[in-house]
C-alpha cells in the first residue's frame, strides 16, 4: 500500500506558484507595451504566448496536480493567459492601425499635381531652319551632299580658285589646323564655307548634278551680335549641259517664295566670288513691309532698315576654272551655285536680333518656335 497523499500545496510547484504567474504574466504585458512594430508583437507573442511561454508551459502543468488544486491554479494561470491574450490583440489593434496610418501618408498620391514634370525639349531653331530650307531644294529635286567640318585647304580655297595670296586665307578668317610641327602649315582648316562641298559633288558625283549641302562652318571672327566663329550655310549647286543665269534666277525665285513667302521679288547685284563669273549677291524684297517703307509717307521698318531689300545671298555661275579643277568640260557643261547663311536666314525670318541666342543653348529661346515635323 502507498502511503496517503498529502494535502497539496501548490506553492510548492514553484511554475504554478501566485507570484510567479503574476511576474510571467507581468514580464509579458511590459513586453507587449514595449513593441514597437507588428513585428516585434509577433516575437513577444512567440515567446510570452506560444507553446513555450512560460504560462503555457505553467498551464500544461496543471493538469499534473491534485484535483482540489487544480481548480484554483486553472483560474490563475487562465486569468493571466487572458490578461496577455487581451493584451496582445489591443496592442495589435493598436500598431495595425498605425501602420495603415503611417502607409497611407507614405503612398499618398496626389493627384493633382501635374504628370508632365520632365521639362520639353525643343528642336533648334537652327536645326529646324537648315531643314526646312534643304527641304525646298530636295522638293525641286536636288540631292544632299555632305562634306567633312575639317577639311583640306585645296577644297576650301584652292579648288574654288581663291589664289593663294587671297585675304580669307590669312590668319584673321580661317583656323588653320596645326601640323605635326606647329610652325609649319598642315594644310587642312576648319572649313570656312559649304563651298568644298561643291568640289567633292563634282569630283564623286556623275553629271548632271544637282545638290544641296547644308553645314557648319568656321572663321575666327569675334563673337557679337552679328558673327559667329561657328554658324551654318547652306550651298546649292546645279551642274548640267546649258544651264544660265536664268536657271539660277529661277531657283532662288523657288527658294525665295518657299521660304520667306510667295510673290516676293528678288535682285542680283554684280558681286565677286573667285568660284563663280558672273558673280551676284542675291537681295529679296523685305517681306515684312514689301518695300513700303521706302515710299513717301511709308512706316520705317526694323527689318530691312527702311532698305526695302534684305540681302540674303551670293550666288553666280561656276567659274569654267573651278570645272576644270574637277575634271567637267566647261564647253559642254555650265553651272550655277548659290550660297547663303543658316542664322541669317532665321534672324532674317523670325526677327531674332542677336545670333549669340541660337548659340546660348537656352531652351526657352528653342521652344518659342514651336516644333516642325
Ligand atoms: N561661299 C560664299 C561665302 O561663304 C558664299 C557663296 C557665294 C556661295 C557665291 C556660293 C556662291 O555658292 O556661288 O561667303
Not at 514553484?14 to 511590459?30: I, K, P, Q
Not at 559633288?201 to 548632271?208: F, S
Not at 547652306?234 to 510667295?262: K, S
Not at 525670318?349 to 537656352?362: A, K
Amino acid at each position: 500500500m502507498s502511503a496517503p497523499n498529502k494535502q497539496y500545496d501548490p506553492v510548492e510547484v514553484a511554475a504554478l506558484s501566485a507570484e510567479a504567474v503574476a511576474a510571467a504574466r507581468d514580464e509579458a504585458l511590459a513586453a507587449i507595451a514595449a513593441a514597437r512594430s507588428l513585428d516585434d508583437l509577433k516575437a513577444v507573442r512567440v515567446a510570452h504566448a506560444g507553446d513555450r511561454s512560460a504560462l503555457a508551459l505553467a498551464n500544461a502543468e496543471i493538469g499534473a496536480l491534485p484535483p482540489q488544486a487544480r481548480a484554483e491554479a486553472g483560474k490563475r494561470v487562465g486569468a493571466a493567459r487572458r490578461d496577455v491574450a487581451q493584451a496582445l490583440s489591443q496592442r495589435q489593434e493598436v500598431l495595425e492601425s498605425e501602420r495603415d496610418r503611417r502607409v497611407l501618408e507614405e503612398e499618398r498620391v496626389d493627384v493633382t499635381l501635374p504628370w508632365d514634370r520632365a521639362p520639353r525639349g525643343a528642336e533648334h531653331p537652327v536645326t529646324m531652319t537648315s531643314q526646312r530650307l534643304t527641304d525646298v531644294f530636295v522638293a525641286m529635286g536636288y540631292e544632299v551632299a555632305e562634306g567633312p567640318e575639317v577639311e583640306a585647304e585645296w577644297y576650301n580655297f584652292d579648288a574654288l580658285n581663291f589664289p593663294p595670296d587671297h585675304p580669307a586665307r590669312e590668319m584673321q578668317d580661317t583656323f588653320f589646323v596645326a601640323g605635326p610641327e606647329a610652325s609649319a602649315r598642315s594644310g587642312i582648316v576648319l572649313r570656312t564655307h559649304t563651298s568644298p562641298v561643291q568640289i567633292r559633288a563634282m569630283l564623286t558625283r556623275p553629271l548632271p548634278l544637282y545638290v544641296v549641302s547644308p553645314g557648319k562652318c568656321f572663321r575666327s571672327d569675334a563673337l557679337d551680335a552679328t558673327h559667329s566663329p561657328v554658324f551654318h550655310q547652306i550651298e546649292c549647286l546645279a551642274v548640267d549641259e546649258g544651264l544660265t543665269m536664268a536657271d539660277l534666277r529661277g531657283a532662288i525665285n523657288a527658294f525665295v517664295e518657299a521660304m520667306f513667302g510667295e510673290g516676293l521679288r528678288t535682285r542680283l547685284r554684280p558681286d565677286f566670288f573667285p568660284f563663280t563669273e558672273p558673280s551676284a549677291d542675291v537681295s529679296m524684297e523685305c517681306h515684312v513691309c514689301r518695300g513700303a517703307s521706302t515710299r513717301p509717307g511709308g512706316a520705317p521698318c526694323r527689318v530691312c532698315r527702311s532698305q526695302g531689300w534684305i540681302e540674303i545671298a551670293g550666288c553666280g555661275m561656276v567659274n569654267p576654272k573651278v570645272l576644270v579643277a574637277c575634271g567637267i568640260d566647261p564647253d559642254r557643261y555650265s553651272g550655277f551655285a548659290f550660297g547663303l547663311g543658316i542664322e541669317r536666314s532665321l534672324m532674317i525670318r523670325h526677327g531674332v536680333t542677336d545670333i549669340r541666342d541660337t548659340l546660348e543653348g537656352d531652351v526657352r529661346f528653342s521652344r518659342a518656335f514651336g516644333m516642325e515635323i
